[in-house]
């Protein structure tokens, strides 16, 4: 009977470990350690040394053998509100650039504005042991959020923290921005301009809405209440508050909105209703997703950088990391917006026209002065 050839064995390649990177990059096992958990001592041509070794090995440091270690997860989390708005996408993908630079992964969680949600995401962040949370719901449910600061986990938020919080807040500038944008619209010629707010519940919106009524004021214009709507930051509230607008006897010539959703369900309903953008009502948002500039017309909008809400939060967060309690040089930070002027915005309707008695005459016919063409 034949006998059965075996298969030659296969040789197992050895088992790769922090001991074989330590070797080859000729330092202890302990300047590996060090060097793999970010600790600012190692001398910094030995930790090039073993990086290099660690990219040439293709080594995996285990994180969970370095959290067991350190104490720490090296792991962040990030609380947003939702994933379906295309501004809250764009911050993870900076939150988490930052934060890999810094050598911590990242943790997301939604809330939905559902505050079951909220309790979940807390849990989830106190079960996987956190180094530090960013609280970019730009919202505060401050009782859930108790949660974190009792496990004294270093906390940073967008526009206000709970009272008596120790953490530090990243303060947009919307005033900044929306003035830009009232004044933009006056020169312009426009002195009908709405505002659709997001929900008046969130402290963020209240912001946003004080900012445009005080920017009307400042320059003589009486904020009409009929123009003053409240959203829910969606195309749908987009549209539904236009329509309401639209409806009115004084239909306004300028819609400021709270964000950029906003303004693309308003473009929305004001093309469905036979009007042109900007000719007869100019439109602005707010945020500066990436896919404003590829709207049609192309959205102005008002800038709130993703890259300066994320690195301002990770700078925070780590230096509540360097020691027992958030370092005092590192104080609450500023976000700046700005104004980014495209195509939905013009002169309003009929300015031109309205101006023909306070012209001077002129050998120039008035037709060719007509905004049609």
């Keep these: ?151 004294h986990i270093p906390l940073v938020y967008v526009d206000s923290r709970p009272r008596q919080s120790p953490a530090r807040t990243l303060n947009v500038d919307y005033r900044h921005g929306i003035w830009q944008g009232v004044q933009h619209l006056a020169v312009l010629g426009h002195r009908k301009i709405a505002f659709l707010s997001g929900p008046l519940t969130l402290h963020t919106a209240q912001l946003r809405y004080h900012a445009f009524v005080d920017s009307l004021r400042e320059i003589g214009i009486a904020p009409n209440p009929a123009w003053l709507i409240e959203g829910d930051h969606t195309l749908e509230g987009g549209m539904s508050g236009t329509e309401k607008l639209l409806k009115l006897a004084d239909v306004p010539t300028a819609i400021l909105c709270s964000n950029d959703m906003t303004a693309i369900g308003v473009m929305h309903a004001v093309l469905d209703a036979g009007l042109r953008i900007p000719e007869d009502i100019s439109v602005i948002g707010f945020d500066d997703v990436h896919i404003a500039q590829f709207t049609y017309p192309p959205l102005t909008t008002i800038r709130m950088s993703c890259r300066d809400l994320a690195q301002g939060a990770i700078t925070i967060l780590c230096s509540g990391l360097e020691s027992s309690s958030i370092s005092p040089n590192v104080h609450d930070l500023v976000i700046s917006t700005e104004l980014i002027v495209r195509r939905t915005t013009g002169v309003p309707r009929d300015t031109l026209r309205d101006l023909k008695p306070l012209l001077p005459a002129s050998p120039i016919p008035m037709h060719m002065l007509s905004t049609k063409k």
């Design 1 to 151: 009977m034949a006998q059965k050839k075996r298969k030659p064995r296969t040789k197992k390649s050895p088992r790769m470990d922090i001991r074989t990177v330590a070797a080859h990059a000729k330092v202890s096992i302990a300047t590996v350690s060090r060097t793999i958990n970010h600790i600012s001592t190692v001398d910094p041509v030995l930790a090039k040394r073993v990086w290099k070794v660690i990219e040439e090995l293709n080594y995996f440091p285990n994180t969970q053998a370095r959290a067991l270690v350190s104490g720490r997860s090296h792991i962040l989390g990030l609380i947003v509100s939702e994933i379906t708005n295309p501004f809250f996408p764009e911050l993870i993908q900076r939150f988490e650039e930052c934060a890999v630079d810094r050598g911590y992964e990242i943790l997301i969680t939604s809330t939905n504005y559902d505050p079951k949600r909220m309790i979940s995401c807390v849990r989830r962040m106190i079960e996987r042991k956190v180094d530090g949370v960013a609280v970019m719901t730009f919202g505060i449910e401050e009782p859930l959020l108790d949660q974190l600061s009792s496990q």
